[in-house]
């Protein structure tokens, strides 16, 4: 009887432990509970294309969600849950924030867009796919996005998908051939003597977007004075990268009409003028090598050869038509080649710099010089390489030397004490040119510092000698979203001008463009016939990330090409979501289409940024989604938090039940 009271006892005290599905903390949750670390912080770009660190703030409770603007099913469905949550959190102190999954579409003027159409006002975020990937990994997501090929299918296009212009897959494209295909014959302008066969209306567009920038090498001297060279690689930079490269010597003397080669490896031409060293270009359309008719500072860098004038052009080795190549035959008839596979820090600063000594050691070439200033020898400071990180668009210290700095769009050189923001950024630097107002013409000056010490203005083109008319002449866009929502995109030409306006540039491109226009007094008041009250936009230029936002400067006080570049007007009740870049010069241009997959969660964190629950799929419930978020804020008692049983009826029984056991333990006594 006594064991049995006491196994009574026993099953009754633990019948009073609540039984719940409490996670670690002891703490009962609604979602699924999480046992992770803190969430870094991560700098990533919000849907008003500024900086946005994560851990901005100081909520008490945060909740990530995971989105993208194409899903058409799950994200809108989680994006409205939140905006239900967000009505039933009054007096908590919470932060909503949104990620993208899809960082290639969702840019901050796409999840603006998307905020707007539902009406979500919490951040919304998105970055470089790099540093997404940290901030998916941290969450443990699952992110999957594969780009969807689009293939027209035509009776054209069925040549093994070859590309018509690519002559380097092996297609021998003749003249003829192009004619018969429909397409345009063109000389390229980086080649002398190269033709290919561009087909359709919009092929080549991007290649010729990408030639009106040029890669540049930026000195920062030590007295602070900046300079942006552009790299120009001629043929005597190429010669002198193909000798270093293969070992050989070369002879030249130098006049006011560049270098004259007089010995190449010891093989010098003769006083009689017997034989000459004769420069050759390689002649695509008849595949063979021809005298060039330009020296060999004027020449473009290519398939180049020296040989000879005595020596019979056939005989000549046919060059690596893949990349540029220097071919060298001696008097005796044997020939060496030097091919340039990749272009590194040493190649772009001999085509860029005017004034350098680079001496080269076992580990390579090293600055040791720029324009006369020479790096002390007790080392107090030397010449640092730097790169333009794209990805972080921010300048970086290389940690490779010149020669092995390889495929680098923009470098700089500064001294090591220099820090990195203190060095100009790129900007993508476009063509420039060196412009006399009083003339209007263009003058010969090739670097910044020569035409504006000559009296001129130093200002962007965009190379628009293939049109034949206008030669070359700057663009300046000017955007209008009417009242009605549509949107249009004009461009302002001008072949020369003085300090312009955004409102004379207004109005030389509506008049440009035949658009009628009323303006007055600095403001806009109808455009097309279209009356509002416009406001004055401005694109601001931020790299990836660059859009267009609203200005409170007068339009009549910021300076076109001072300020910025291109302008827009916005009708009332409207805004710039719908202005497409002015970059595009094709308004129909689309981004790849994407298709992308991933784990769908919903994240509450506590004050700490640790991941406390997760709400996987869409259907969650909201009022239980809400009653975690509150009780992560510390703002709730879970009502499951008690027992489950009824305390004062167990502690009764257990008190009875614990006499009986004494009583019949005595009476067993």
Not at 49 to 54: D, F, G, K, T, V
Not at 409 to 433: G, Y
Not at 566 to 587: K, R, T
Request: glycine letters at 6%; one cysteine or more; a negative charge.
């Amino acid at each position: 009887m006594r064991w049995v009271a006491v196994s009574l006892v026993t099953l009754l005290c633990i019948s009073t432990i609540p039984v719940t599905t409490a996670g670690g903390d002891g703490v009962h949750w609604n979602g699924y509970v999480l046992d992770r670390n803190s969430i870094p912080n991560r700098v990533l770009i919000d849907h008003n294309a500024e900086p946005y660190s994560l851990h901005t703030g100081n909520a008490d409770v945060i909740v990530v969600a995971f989105i993208f603007t194409t899903c058409v099913d799950v994200c809108p469905v989680i994006t409205n849950n939140l905006i239900e949550a967000e009505s039933q959190l009054g007096g908590i102190d919470y932060q909503f924030v949104s990620i993208t999954v899809d960082p290639a579409t969702d840019t901050p003027e796409v999840l603006k867009e998307y905020m707007d159409d539902r009406g979500a006002t919490w951040p919304h975020l998105t970055a470089n796919l790099s540093d997404m990937e940290l901030v998916w990994d941290d969450f443990q997501i699952s992110v999957i996005t594969e780009e969807i090929e689009e293939h027209e299918h035509s009776e054209n296009n069925d040549r093994d998908n070859r590309d018509e212009n690519d002559r380097s897959e092996g297609e021998d494209v003749t003249e003829e051939d192009c004619d018969q295909r429909g397409g345009d014959w063109i000389e390229s302008p980086d080649r002398e003597g190269y033709y290919y066969c561009e087909m359709g209306e919009d092929a080549g567009d991007e290649g010729d977007s990408q030639d009106r920038f040029e890669s540049t090498v930026t000195v920062v001297m030590p007295d602070g004075n900046e300079s942006v060279n552009v790299v120009n690689p001629t043929g005597w930079n190429q010669l002198t990268a193909a000798a270093d490269q293969n070992g050989w010597t070369v002879n030249a003397s130098e006049s006011e009409w560049g270098h004259f080669i007089t010995g190449i490896n010891g093989d010098d031409s003769p006083d009689d003028y017997s034989w000459w060293w004769e420069l050759h270009s390689w002649n695509e359309t008849s595949e063979s090598w021809m005298g060039s008719s330009v020296g060999i500072d004027d020449i473009d860098t290519g398939m180049l050869a020296f040989a000879p004038n005595s020596t019979d052009d056939t005989t000549i080795p046919m060059p690596d038509l893949r990349n540029d190549t220097f071919v060298i035959v001696q008097s005796n008839g044997s020939n060496d080649s030097s091919v340039l596979t990749q272009i590194n820090a040493w190649h772009m600063s001999l085509a860029a710099l005017n004034s350098f000594d680079a001496p080269k050691s076992e580990w390579g070439h090293y600055m040791s010089s720029i324009e006369g200033v020479s790096a002390p020898s007790d080392y107090s400071w030397w010449w640092q390489l730097h790169y333009w990180n794209t990805t972080t668009e921010s300048w970086a210290e290389s940690m490779l030397g010149m020669d092995s700095l390889h495929d680098q769009r923009h470098i700089a050189w500064a001294p090591n004490s220099t820090m990195d923001s203190m060095i100009p950024e790129p900007r993508m630097q476009e063509r420039m040119i060196c412009h006399d107002m009083n003339t209007h013409e263009n003058t010969s000056h090739d670097n910044q510092e020569d035409c504006e010490n000559a009296g001129f203005i130093w200002a962007t083109v965009e190379d628009n000698s293939g049109n034949g008319d206008h030669g070359e002449e700057m663009i300046h866009k000017l955007g209008v979203v009417y009242p009605d929502g549509t949107a249009e995109m004009y461009e302002g030409r001008y072949s020369g001008m003085q300090m312009v306006s955004a409102y004379e540039h207004s109005i030389k491109t509506l008049n440009q463009n035949e658009i009628n226009h009323s303006m007055e007094n600095g403001s806009v008041s109808s455009i097309d016939g279209m009356s509002s009250e416009y406001q004055l936009y401005v694109w601001h230029e931020l790299g990836q990330y660059s859009h267009w936002m609203p200005t409170s400067d007068s339009a009549n006080e910021s300076i076109l090409m001072e300020n910025y570049n291109h302008y827009a007007w916005v009708a009332e009740n409207q805004n710039g979501s719908s202005l497409v870049s002015p970059m595009i010069d094709d308004e129909d241009e689309q981004r790849p289409a994407t298709s992308t997959s991933h784990s769908t969660q919903t994240f509450i964190l506590n004050s700490d940024w640790k991941p406390k629950v997760v709400f996987t799929g869409y259907d969650w419930n909201v009022d239980l989604f809400v009653d975690d978020i509150k009780r992560a804020a510390g703002g709730s008692n879970d009502p499951h938090d008690d027992d489950d049983s009824i305390p004062g009826f167990t502690f009764v029984l257990t008190s009875a039940s614990l006499g009986l056991a004494i009583i019949a333990s005595r009476r067993e006594d």
